[in-house]
C-alpha cells in the first residue's frame, strides 16, 4: 500500500511533507456541485424574506414607526369613511 | 452553460438600480461558489443552504451600497459569507451546541464511488482537523483549494495583504502537519 506520509520523529518541516499535504488538501477539499433542486429552492426563496431579515426589519425603529403610523392612519380613514356612509345611508333606516 | 455577454461592470450597476433580472444574473454566477465556501465553513447542508440565501437576500438589499473600490464583487459577496458564518458559529457557541466534527464527503462529478469510499475515512480525518482550525485559517484553506483563489484574492476577501496571507497559510499548513503528527493519523499516499 502507500507510506506513511508523517512521522512524529522528523518535527523539521519538510517541503515533502507539505507538498504532500497540500496534495491531501487538494483532493479533499474539492469543489461541490449542489442539485438543481437545492439552486431552485434558493432561487425561490430569493423572492421573498426570511424570518432572520423580517427580524432585522423590526429592530430599525424609524421603518417600524412609520409602518406603524402608517397602518393607523389608513384605519382612521376607513374608520371615518365608514362613519360618513353609515351617516349618510343607514342610520335613518335603524 | 457559460454566460458569454456577462459584463460584470454593467450588471452591477443595473443590479444596483434595482434590476432585479441582473442580480438574478449575478446570483447564477456566484451561487455555486457561495455555497461551496459555506457548506465547508458550516458542514453541513441545511444551514449552508440557509446562509447561502441569506447571503444573497443581503447583497440584493445592500448592493446600492456596493462600490468597486478595488475590491472586486466576489470578494464583497465572500464578506457577506464570512460574516453571515462568523455570526452562525458565534450563536452556536452560545447555545452551547457540541461543534459538528461528522462532516459529510461528498462526492465531486466524475469521481468513481468505489474510490470515494476508499478515501472517504482519509479526507474525514482531515476533514475534521480543518474544522478544527480558527475560523480565517479555515477559510483561507477553502479559498485556495475549493475556490481556486491566488494568495492576492484571498487576501482582498481577508482584508489582508497578499505576504500575510503567504504566511498564514505556511503557519497553517506547518499546524495542520503537526496535529496530524499529534494524533499519529496515518493520511497514506496513493
Same mark, same amino acid.
Given at each position: 500500500?502507500?507510506?506513511?506520509?508523517?512521522?512524529?520523529?522528523?518535527?523539521?518541516?519538510?517541503?515533502?511533507? &507539505?507538498n504532500? *499535504?497540500?496534495?491531501?488538501l487538494?483532493?479533499?477539499? @474539492?469543489p461541490?456541485?449542489?442539485? %438543481?433542486? !437545492? &439552486?431552485l429552492? *434558493?432561487?425561490e426563496r430569493?423572492?421573498?424574506p426570511? @424570518?432572520?431579515?423580517i427580524?432585522? %426589519?423590526? !429592530?430599525?425603529?424609524?421603518?417600524?414607526?412609520?409602518v406603524?403610523?402608517?397602518v393607523?392612519?389608513?384605519m382612521?380613514?376607513?374608520l371615518?369613511?365608514?362613519?360618513a356612509?353609515?351617516?349618510?345611508?343607514?342610520?335613518?333606516?335603524? | 452553460?457559460p454566460d458569454?455577454?456577462f459584463?460584470?461592470?454593467?450588471?452591477?450597476?443595473?443590479?444596483?438600480?434595482?434590476?432585479?433580472?441582473?442580480?438574478?444574473?449575478?446570483?447564477?454566477?456566484?451561487?455555486?461558489?457561495?455555497?461551496n465556501?459555506?457548506?465547508?465553513?458550516?458542514g453541513?447542508?441545511?444551514?449552508?443552504?440557509?446562509?447561502?440565501?441569506?447571503?444573497?437576500?443581503?447583497?440584493?438589499?445592500?448592493?446600492?451600497?456596493?462600490?468597486?473600490?478595488?475590491?472586486?464583487?466576489?470578494a464583497?459577496?465572500?464578506?457577506?459569507?464570512?460574516n453571515l458564518?462568523?455570526?452562525?458559529?458565534?450563536?452556536?457557541?452560545?447555545?452551547?451546541?457540541?461543534p459538528?466534527d461528522?462532516?459529510?464527503?461528498?462526492?465531486?462529478?466524475?469521481d468513481?464511488?468505489e474510490?470515494n469510499?476508499?478515501?472517504s475515512?482519509e479526507?474525514?480525518?482531515?476533514?475534521?482537523?480543518?474544522r478544527?482550525?480558527?475560523g480565517?485559517?479555515q477559510?483561507?484553506?477553502?479559498?485556495?483549494?475549493?475556490?481556486?483563489?491566488?494568495?492576492?484574492?484571498?487576501g482582498?476577501i481577508?482584508?489582508?495583504?497578499?505576504g500575510a496571507?503567504?504566511?498564514?497559510?505556511?503557519?497553517?499548513?506547518?499546524?495542520?502537519?503537526?496535529?496530524i503528527?499529534e494524533?499519529?493519523i496515518?493520511?497514506?499516499?496513493?
Open positions: 500500500m502507500g507510506r506513511q506520509l508523517f512521522n512524529r520523529n522528523q518535527p523539521e518541516p519538510d517541503q515533502h511533507q &507539505l504532500s *499535504l497540500e496534495q491531501h487538494a483532493g479533499t477539499l @474539492r461541490l456541485h449542489p442539485s %438543481r433542486d !437545492l &439552486l429552492r *434558493l432561487r430569493m423572492k421573498w426570511d @424570518r432572520a431579515q427580524a432585522e %426589519r423590526l !429592530l430599525d425603529w424609524k421603518r417600524l414607526f412609520l406603524f403610523g402608517g393607523m392612519s389608513v382612521l380613514v376607513l371615518t369613511v365608514a362613519r356612509l353609515f351617516h349618510l345611508t343607514g342610520r335613518r333606516n335603524f | 452553460m458569454l455577454e459584463k460584470e461592470d454593467e450588471v452591477l450597476a443595473q443590479a444596483s438600480n434595482g434590476d432585479r433580472e441582473a442580480f438574478g444574473r449575478l446570483y447564477e454566477r456566484y451561487i455555486e461558489r457561495i455555497f465556501y459555506v457548506y465547508y465553513r458550516t453541513n447542508m441545511h444551514d449552508a443552504e440557509d446562509l447561502t440565501a441569506r447571503v444573497f437576500q443581503r447583497a440584493m438589499n445592500h448592493i446600492k451600497n456596493y462600490t468597486d473600490r478595488g475590491v472586486p464583487f466576489s464583497w459577496l465572500y464578506r457577506i459569507a464570512h458564518v462568523a455570526n452562525w458559529h458565534r450563536d452556536r457557541s452560545r447555545k452551547q451546541e457540541i459538528i461528522d462532516v459529510p464527503v461528498l462526492p465531486s462529478k466524475g468513481h464511488p474510490k469510499l476508499v478515501r475515512q479526507q474525514d480525518q482531515l476533514l475534521r482537523m480543518i478544527r482550525l480558527p480565517d485559517r477559510s483561507l484553506l477553502i479559498l485556495k483549494f475549493v475556490e481556486n483563489l491566488s494568495n492576492a484574492e484571498i482582498q481577508m482584508g489582508r495583504s497578499e496571507v503567504k504566511s498564514l497559510y505556511h503557519r497553517t499548513l506547518l499546524a495542520l502537519r503537526d496535529q503528527g494524533l499519529n496515518n493520511l497514506e499516499s496513493e
